[in-house]
C-alpha cells in the first residue's frame, strides 16, 4: 500500500506535504489496483486547483514511489504514471541579479544569513544542500564541496571559491552542520533582506540562477556548468547560455 512507503530521503518540506496528499488520496489501496486512469484524474484535479507545474510535481513523486517499489521487490507491475499525459509548463525568464544587486543584498542581509548566501552565489548550491551541509564534506585542502543528497539523488563535488573559503576558515569550530540556522529563521530574514534590497519577489532559488547565469558568461564552459549544478542532461543547463 500507499501507506506503507517509507520514503526518509524527501528531506524537503515540500516534498513531504505532498507524500502525505498522495498517502490522503490512495492509501488505503494497493500499488496494482491504481490504474493509469486514477492518476489522471487526480493529475487534472491538482493542475485545476493550482498549476500545471505543481501537478508535474506530484506526478513526479508518484513516479517515484512506483519506482522504488519496484527496486524493493514490493512492486512488480508496470508504473500508471507512464501513460499519464502531463501539461507543458510555461518557459519563465530566468531571473539572476546584477554585481551592484549582489553587493547590496549581501550588504543588509542579517550576519547569520550573510554566510548562506555567500555560499549559494559562489557555488550554485540548493538551499537544501546548503542546510544540510556538514564539516565532513567540506574539504578545505583541496577546495572542494561534496554533495552526498541532492535533488536529482547523485552526489556531486563543487569548488570552493576563495571567498567562502575565507569565510568558513573563520568558523572556530568545524563539526556537525557547516550553517546553523534553521529553515524558518532563514526564511524571516531572507524575506527581510530582499525588502530591504528592492528585490520584490526575488525566490531563493533564484541565486542559484545568479552562479550559473554569471558562471556561464565568463567561462562559457557549459560542460563544467552542468556538472556543478547537478543536471542530469545539458538541456537545462543551457538555459544560461
Known amino acids: 500500500k500507499f501507506s506503507t512507503l517509507h520514503m526518509q530521503h524527501l ?9 502525505a496528499h498522495i498517502v490522503k488520496r490512495f492509501g488505503p489501496r494497493r500499488l496494482g489496483d491504481i490504474t493509469g486512469a486514477d492518476i489522471q484524474k487526480y493529475y ?6 493550482t498549476s500545471d507545474s505543481t501537478a508535474n510535481r506530484y506526478l513526479t513523486l508518484l513516479r517515484l514511489l512506483y519506482n522504488k517499489a519496484r527496486s524493493w521487490g514490493d512492486y512488480y507491475g508496470e508504473n500508471p504514471c507512464a ?3 502531463k501539461k507543458r509548463e510555461p518557459n ?10 549582489m553587493k547590496v543584498l549581501l550588504s543588509v ?24 551541509l556538514k564539516w565532513e564534506d567540506v574539504d578545505l585542502e ?4 561534496h554533495i552526498l543528497v541532492s535533488k536529482s539523488g547523485k552526489q556531486r563535488r563543487i569548488p570552493l571559491a576563495s571567498k567562502l573559503k575565507e569565510l568558513l576558515d573563520l568558523e572556530p569550530v568545524k563539526k556537525g552542520y557547516v550553517f546553523k540556522l ?8 531572507y524575506d527581510k533582506a530582499i525588502t530591504q534590497a528592492n528585490l520584490p519577489g526575488f525566490r531563493f532559488h533564484d541565486l542559484r540562477h545568479t552562479f550559473a547565469s554569471h558562471y556561464a558568461m565568463n567561462t562559457h564552459d557549459m560542460a563544467s556548468l552542468q556538472i556543478i549544478l547537478g543536471h542530469s542532461t545539458p538541456t537545462l543547463t543551457m538555459r544560461y547560455a
Do not use: D, K
Open 83 to 85: 501513460s499519464v499525459t
Open 11 to 19: 528531506r524537503s518540506n515540500a516534498w513531504r506535504y505532498m507524500l
Open 142 to 145: 583541496r577546495n572542494t564541496i
Open 109 to 132: 542581509a542579517h550576519p547569520r544569513l550573510r554566510p548562506i548566501l555567500v555560499c549559494a552565489l559562489l557555488t550554485g548550491m540548493r538551499r537544501g544542500e546548503i542546510l544540510n
Open 92 to 101: 519563465h525568464r530566468l531571473r539572476f541579479l546584477t554585481q551592484e544587486e
Open 182 to 189: 534553521a529553515l524558518i529563521m532563514l526564511r524571516r530574514y
Open 44 to 49: 487534472n484535479e491538482i493542475a485545476a486547483n
